[in-house]
Every structure is written in C-alpha cells, then in structure tokens.
C-alpha cells in the first residue's frame, strides 16, 4: 500500500486551471482518469487525511504511486478528453458501463452504390445510417418486411448481389416485388440511392407527408378508375401503418429525446435509455456497472452520456436529453453535447407533464434492470454453487461452506455501539436467523474489541445449548441439526446450529480478535475471514498478506452481499437506537427548540456532549439557533447534567474548563438467559427497530440525523 504522501506534488506545482488528471500505479498503468475545472482543488481533496476520503477514493490513492496532469482551456475539452482516455487506457478504478447485451440496429449502407437495409450490431462504421437499437432482431426484421412493400431497397448480401448479376437473373425477393432488383438493372443507382433515402425518411420519423401523398395518390388512382393501382396503394399504406404501430406515441408534440435514467446501490449501477423519435419510442438500451469509484447519480448520469454520445455527431444526438439527476457542473456538459450536435442541447430533469410520467417509466425500467442482474446472479444454484466452490477453494475449506455467518459493527462516534449477526445458507439470506447485539463489555468505539465480544458470545451461548441437549461430546461444530437442536415446533434453538464459516466486516485485526474468541472457547472447526472495503481484500487467521479475488469471482460477489447484508442489518439497528435516544435527549425540554432545530445541533456537534461543552458563540453559529436560544440550550443543558461545567449567561464562557459528566442512569437489563447471560436481540424481536418476516424495517432514521461510521462521506475520485 502506498502512502499518497509519496508523490504528492509541491504546492504551488499544481495550476489553478482546467484539466484532466491521471494516477498511475508502481507499473506505471493509469488506474483513475478524472476532470476538474481547478485542478490544484481537485487534486488537493486527494492528499487529506485517508480516514477523510471515501473508501473508494481511498483504494485508489494508496494504490496510485504517482499523478500527472494536462492543462486544458475549457472544461468542454476536459471532458472530451478524460473520455478518450478513459477509452485508451482503461483504468480500472473508473466507472465503465457494460452493455447488458449486444443491442441490434436497423442500418441503411449509405456508403455503397446500391445502399443495402440490414440488421447490424457491434461498432458503427462511417457512411451508414443507423435506426434503433432495438430489443430483439425480429423486431427489425418484421418491420423491414412490411416496409419493402412500399420500399424495395436492397436487403442481399455482397455474395447473392454479385451472384444475381452474373447470371441475370434477380432473387426472389426481386420476383415478388419486394425489392427492386438492381442487380439486373431494373432501376438505376440513382433511383435506388433516392428509394433508400425516403426509406430512411420514413424510418427516421418523418412518416405524416408520405402517407397523405400516398393516400392522394389513392384517391387519384381511383378517380381515375385505375382500380388496381388504387388497391395496391390501399395495401401499401397499411402496412406502412402497421409498421407504425409497433412503436407507439409517448409524446404528443413529435419530441425528438432521449431519456437516461439510472438506478443504484452501493455496489452497482444500471442506466436505461429510451430513445424518443417523432414522439415515438424508437429504441431502448440499458447498461450495467460496477461502482469502483466514489460517485454520485449526476456522476453516473455524466458517465452514460459520454459512453452515449462520445462517438455520436450530427442528428445521433437529439435535441432534448432528460435525465433523473444533472451532473455538476451541467454547463460543460452540456456544451459538449452541443458541440457534437452541432446545434443547442438541453439537458434537463422533466418536472412536469408527459415527460416526467415518461421518466418515471424509465426509472422503474432501470430499477427492474438492476434487480433482475442481481437475482440472475443471486438466485441461479450453479452461479451460488461455483461461488460457494470458489469461497472453500480460496480458503482451503474441505466441502464448500453451506452456512455462513457474517458479523458486522455499527456505531456513531462510540455511542450505541450494536452488532449484527447474518446468516446464508446455501448462498441464500435466512431471515429467520439473524440476530442483533449491543455491546456490553465496555463503554466507547473499539471496533476489534467489539467484534471479540459479540464472537465469544454467540459461540459461547451455542456451547451452551449443545451441554444443556447433551450433544457436545461427539457431534461435529460444522454437523447437521439434531432433533434435540430444536424447539418443539421444529425450528432451530437460537444460536444451536453453528456456520462452517464466519466472515466479519473488516480486515486482519477484527479477524485476529474472531478467531481469539473462538480460541478461547475451543472451537477450532469453523472457519474465519474477513472482507475489507478497501480493495475488498479477504483477510485470513495468522496470514501477513490478504488474498485478493478477481473483481469477477462469484465467490466474491456472495462475500460482499453476506457483507453488506450484515452491514445494513446494522445500521438498520443502530440508527433505531439512536432514534429513540434523540427522542428522549435533554434537547426535549428546551422550551420552542423543534424537531429540525433539534437535529441541526445534533448534527453540528455530533453528540449532546460536545453540545453540551459549547460556548453559547458558537451554538449560534448552528443556523437557525439566535442569541436566546443558545442561551436557554445551554441553560437547560446545564441543569440537565448535575456534574457539568458552570456556564457564564452573560459572556457564553465555560467556568469549569474540566467538567466530569457523571456515569449515565444504568438501563434496564435486559432478562438473563439460563447461562446467566444477559439475553441478545434476536431478528424481528426485542428493543430497538425491528425486522418484519419481509426484511423490512420498521420505524426509520429520523430525516437530518447524522449519518453512522459507516456512512461518512467522502470526497468523490
């Protein structure tokens, strides 16, 4: 691991201008590309102090070994080039989208003499007019065989069109008047040239003038009594309806727009386009990425429009682009946009009206989209059964591990510190065995100390159940369940049917502290790793180095769902916890001090002590909180804790620079299980915020209330 400090530049090297960065790794490989309109700004974010940054962001500056940079003049070349390189040179920790398939167009060889109609996928070629992307090539292919009634544009292959020519005769297709056949020199280039164009016309949206002309030319041939002609021309515009109809009208006013719409967690992203043409849906495309870099949704949204767009020019890049969220800044993209249209873009979120119904339908697209990767992934047995195979073959487990247990910490700033215990059984969540804990053995932040008292406990209490069924003696840790392991209604003894692995949220010494604990009771049969969010690396017992799985590893697809499942299981407690000591705070009895306010100073000072060791100076400078308020928040809070320093109401000043708080009332305990154990909370029970049989939580975080250890933000790579 490198220390940024290594080769961050001198002050004064870096200038105060646009421009694009690059961070190479010891091998000299560029690992992160990025943009910034001040460069000193942007790279000075990344030379802070590493418990500052972003996990992510902190991955990639102790992996980087050097930075250089490129002056540019405006932040539209910035972002033209940070695109050619992240195309050239591929760094790993930048988001890259990846289609989720090889989305088929309608393509029109305007670069040949005879322009051919085809289904065409992969990289676009110059010269050729592209119509899509569709779902499926039988959707062109329909289309296509209504349109070459009225359009018999060549469809052959290079192959059957010289083959025709040699021997003069056409294809069938030529015979049944569905093409024209200029293999043979039934109509000239020119005329083809001119079919394909209005063939494209027609494609391309611009479908009302040719149909009335068609429908005059009807009316016309009727009038004159050429009965067959009108006929033919009747069928003509029905199947050119027909055609129509496969795309229906979302947009009343004939919008040209595409709409980008992005769904998120903490791991993935996936993005849906819908491509809107003549007030038609033309086209839809939808992408998938993992999220290795530090990001926003303006960011993602930022990074589906260079992908989009950046090898697009002319009328490929519409008009009017809608998006769920802008980037920041939004001049220089948009301005980019410009650039390749030639014409003025407007890049927007819709607020109202047709397109803001529209939008939502794409965002709930984009949200199907990312559930259906993750349960393709999560739910097929051969994927969970390689990624289990995988987990026993990295740790050198005997048989793949068919129960595993994931542990994790929660806490804000050392106050309501809980654990959360998940369980998998076969790759897959089992609710009904999750259980929670609140650290007892000692007050304060102390993750490793945390982690060895929750393992000692949970394994402590399934020795007990096994000495109080008789069952200890010769039955394996990692065994099946017994009947004597369970209640009279079938189900599990809580904590009696040990895991064949136990994975902790963390690196080598939280795994040190699981393993010390399952030492000193004896357990040697289950295995103990640890996932860090640095470089998702899994730490093993007694080894210096981590191992480090490929980023496309089933096996370390599951570590991290157990990881984060476990991760959320305890926030989800923690923040109840906090919620209902917030409820209950001495803020409660200042007299006109609301809810918002409330949280305000909570979340300005970061807990009531520290609010409480405040001048009344500087609770004013909370806002919204005046003179007066300060002065009865720091009067009520005086009274509240007997042991706290006096307070000088005229001046603000703290008369005891070295308050003693005294202990906090002792809670109720919770009743004591038969070892004599204070008894834990399991899933969906006990105090604090509850799971429901769904996984749903019950209650919520208070909106403006601080986020936990967990959740501190970053700055963005």
């Not at 927007?348 to 984009?366: I, S």
């Not at 109840?576 to 009895?589: I, M, Q, T, V």
């Not at 919770?670 to 204070?678: F, K, L, N, Q, V």
């Not at 509850?690 to 790579?717: I, T």
Request: hydrophobic share 35%.
């Amino acid at each position: 691991m490198a220390d940024p400090s290594s080769y961050r530049p001198r002050p004064g090297e870096i200038p105060d201008t646009p421009g694009v960065y690059r961070f190479r790794d010891e091998h000299r490989r560029v690992i992160y590309v990025g943009k910034a309109k001040s460069l000193r700004q942007r790279l000075a974010s990344y030379f802070q102090d590493l418990a500052n940054l972003h996990p992510r962001t902190r991955s990639m500056v102790t992996t980087a070994a050097s930075v250089e940079w490129t002056v540019v003049s405006t932040e539209v070349e910035a972002l033209q080039l940070e695109y050619t390189w992240i195309k050239e040179f591929d760094p790993r920790f930048n988001v890259k989208y990846r289609d989720d398939k090889s989305y088929p167009y309608l393509a029109v060889t305007m670069n040949e003499e005879f322009p051919r109609v085809q289904v065409m996928r992969g990289q676009k070629k110059k010269g050729v007019r592209y119509f899509g992307p569709y779902g499926h090539a039988w959707a062109i292919r329909d289309t296509v065989d209504l349109m070459l009634r009225v359009f018999p544009v060549r469809t052959c292959s290079a192959g059957v069109f010289k083959n025709a020519a040699r021997t003069g005769r056409p294809c069938l297709l030529g015979y049944i008047d569905k093409c024209s056949a200029p293999c043979v020199g039934r109509i000239s280039p020119e005329d083809h040239r001119d079919l394909a164009e209005e063939f494209c016309e027609f494609v391309g949206g611009r479908t009302g003038t040719y149909l009335r002309r068609l429908e005059q030319q009807m009316a016309d041939a009727a009038e004159d009594m050429e009965y067959e002609r009108a006929a033919r021309l009747r069928d003509d515009i029905g199947a050119l309806r027909k055609a129509m109809e496969k795309n229906a009208v979302v947009l009343a006013d004939a919008t040209d727009a595409d709409l980008v719409a992005v769904a998120e967690d903490e791991l993935e992203a996936a993005v849906q386009i819908f491509h809107v043409r003549g007030g038609r849906i033309r086209g839809q495309r939808g992408w998938v990425t993992d999220k290795v870099e530090a990001v926003t949704t303006g960011d993602l949204v930022e990074h589906a429009l260079q992908q989009l767009y950046g090898e697009e020019a002319g009328d490929a890049v519409p008009r009017e682009v809608l998006v769920t969220a802008l980037p920041e800044p939004l001049e220089p993209v948009q301005d980019w946009l410009t650039g390749r249209r030639g014409a003025h873009v407007s890049l927007r979120v819709p607020q109202r009206g047709d397109k803001k119904a529209l939008m939502e339908t794409v965002t709930r697209n984009a949200g199907q989209a990312l559930a259906l990767h993750k349960t393709k992934r999560a739910s097929d047995l051969t994927t969970r059964s390689r990624a289990l195979e995988e987990i026993a073959e990295a740790l050198g487990l005997d048989s793949a591990p068919l129960r595993i247990e994931c542990y994790d910490i929660s806490h804000l700033q050392g106050e309501d510190v809980v654990a959360s215990m998940v369980v998998f059984e076969d790759g897959l969540q089992r609710k009904s065995e999750y259980r929670r804990f609140e650290i007892k053995g000692f007050q304060g932040q102390d993750d490793v100390r945390s982690m060895h008292e929750v393992i000692f406990r949970r394994f402590r209490r399934y020795l007990v159940e096994k000495e109080r069924t008789g069952e200890w003696a010769d039955g394996a840790v990692g065994g099946e369940v017994t009947a004597s392991a369970l209640e009279e209604d079938g189900r599990p003894r809580r904590f009696a049917y040990p895991p064949q692995l136990v994975v902790v949220d963390g690196g080598r010494p939280q795994v040190a502290a699981a393993r010390r604990a399952l030492d000193e009771l004896g357990i040697d049969d289950v295995a103990v790793c640890g996932l860090a969010k640095r470089l998702e690396e899994v730490w093993v017992p007694d080894e210096e180095d981590p191992l480090v799985l490929p980023r496309t590893s089933e096996g370390l697809y599951l570590l991290q769902r157990v990881r984060d499942e476990a991760h959320r299981f305890a926030i989800t407690y923690q923040r109840g916890k906090r919620a209902k000591r917030l409820r209950s705070g001495p803020l409660d009895s200042v007299p006109g001090l609301g809810e918002t306010r409330k949280q305000a100073l909570l979340k300005h000072f970061g807990s009531v002590k520290r609010l409480r060791a405040a001048t009344i100076d500087q609770i004013q400078e909370v806002p919204g909180i005046g003179r007066k308020t300060a002065e009865t928040v720091a009067a009520v809070l005086a009274a509240a804790e007997p042991g706290g320093p006096a307070v000088n109401m005229a001046t603000g000043e703290i008369l005891d620079d070295t308050p003693h708080a005294p202990a906090r009332p002792a809670e109720a305990a919770p009743p004591a299980d038969p070892a004599g154990e204070a008894r834990d909370h399991p899933g969906g029970r006990g105090e604090g915020l509850a799971e429901d049989a769904g996984g749903k939580a019950r209650g919520g975080d208070p909106e403006g209330a601080p986020d936990s250890k967990d959740e501190r933000r970053g700055q963005h790579a």
